[in-house]
């Protein structure tokens, strides 16, 4: 104490004024660098999405653009109606400030059934008024996105895989330079958290784009329904989003309405007091980490009639088979999707 009492005569005024700017200057910044990574850490993503049919993966987009661990270099519509998802992926990104993002059309397949429920939402949307990049040919631009990419991509598949199984096809280079994380199977629990296993729909609308992708020499790391088929905000959470004025939470309530007018068993009461279960934001959530989930190495088996069984002989999956903490899973969706 006598000592920094002696030095703080010695030093002049003019140096500790400068001392004092230096540390104003530094410490905020310091602080911002704790709140954000850098942006040589964040991970290169390409999303490829089935959005327009449920709509998790509008609840994902959002939970994705709100993830700042992440660098979204790309998003796909998949399986079939690719003008439709191209709509639904260029308006809610130009409408979140983020038309950097380019917009891919996937492959068209054929027999694709639904009733397009968020086809209102985008209704009077032109494609060429998007501000970005919209590439015509998806698949050719996964793959230049990945070839290119100094850095390894990871690709984020949360719906049927054919887009991805024809870029395997035309590139199988892809699978050395990316990762590949995807809301996929049921492994030991079936929809709602069943013990029976089910035939889980992004499998089997397309059993055999799902065993290429399983069977390619990646790292693969999926949410099958035994984690995401249980995720459902009610009560406080729902209502913060449904109450937040950040415009991706909006979006995503607004396409929530009009998708549930075109769905038995949504009716007014529910769209205000619940969401539907929330499948593609767990696997957004282990693009960016797996700390809240028991992960396992399991082979897998796709089946024919779309069941993935669990075979040792399989090609190996790093599978989020339960939760440690699914409490502290919905908070950090909910602050993410509000923020």
């Known amino acids: 104490m006598r000592l920094e009492n002696e030095l703080m005569k010695r030093t002049p005024t003019r140096l500790l004024l400068m001392l004092l700017f230096t540390c104003m200057l530094i410490l905020p910044a310091s602080r911002a660098a704790d709140r954000a990574p850098a942006s040589e850490s964040r991970i290169p993503v390409i999303l490829d999405t089935d959005i327009g049919d449920d709509i998790d993966d509008t609840w994902a987009l959002g939970l994705l653009l709100n993830s700042p661990e992440l660098d979204l270099k790309l998003v796909v519509g998949d399986y079939g109606k690719p003008e439709y998802r191209a709509k639904l992926l260029a308006k809610f990104l130009q409408r979140a400030g983020r038309s950097d993002v380019p917009v891919g059309l996937g492959i068209e397949v054929a027999k694709v059934g639904g009733t397009d429920s968020q086809r209102e939402w985008v209704r009077d949307y032109d494609l060429k008024s998007y501000p970005g990049r919209v590439f015509t040919n998806g698949v050719a631009a996964l793959i230049e996105t990945i070839m290119k990419s100094p850095r390894p991509v990871t690709v984020l598949a949360i719906g049927p895989l054919p887009n991805i199984e024809a870029a395997l096809a035309r590139e199988p280079g892809i699978a050395r330079k990316a990762v590949f994380v995807g809301m996929h199977g049921s492994v030991r629990k079936g929809y709602g958290g069943k013990e029976k296993i089910d035939p889980e729909w992004n499998v089997k609308a397309a059993p055999g784009a799902c065993r290429a992708v399983f ?125």
């Not at 007091?273 to 929330?278: A, I, Q």
């Not at 779309?306 to 040792?312: A, H, N, R, V, Y």
């Not at 903490?325 to 999707?337: H, K, N, P, S, T």
């Open 215 to 339: 069977e390619a020499p990646w790292k693969k790391t999926i949410t099958p329904l035994d984690t995401c088929g249980i995720i459902t905000l009610k009560g406080g959470q729902f209502q913060a989003v449904r109450a937040s004025q950040s415009r991706i939470a909006s979006d995503i309530m607004a396409n929530y309405r009009i998708w549930a007018d075109k769905r038995n068993g949504f009716g007014p009461a529910v769209v205000d007091s619940r969401s539907s279960t929330l499948y593609d934001c767990v696997a957004v959530y282990l693009a960016v980490s797996q700390q809240l989930c028991e992960m396992e190495s399991l082979g897998l088996r796709v089946t024919d009639d779309g069941f993935t069984l669990i075979d040792p002989k399989g090609p190996v999956c790093r599978v989020a088979t339960g939760w440690k903490d699914l409490a502290g899973f919905e908070e950090w969706l909910v602050r993410r999707i509000t923020q």
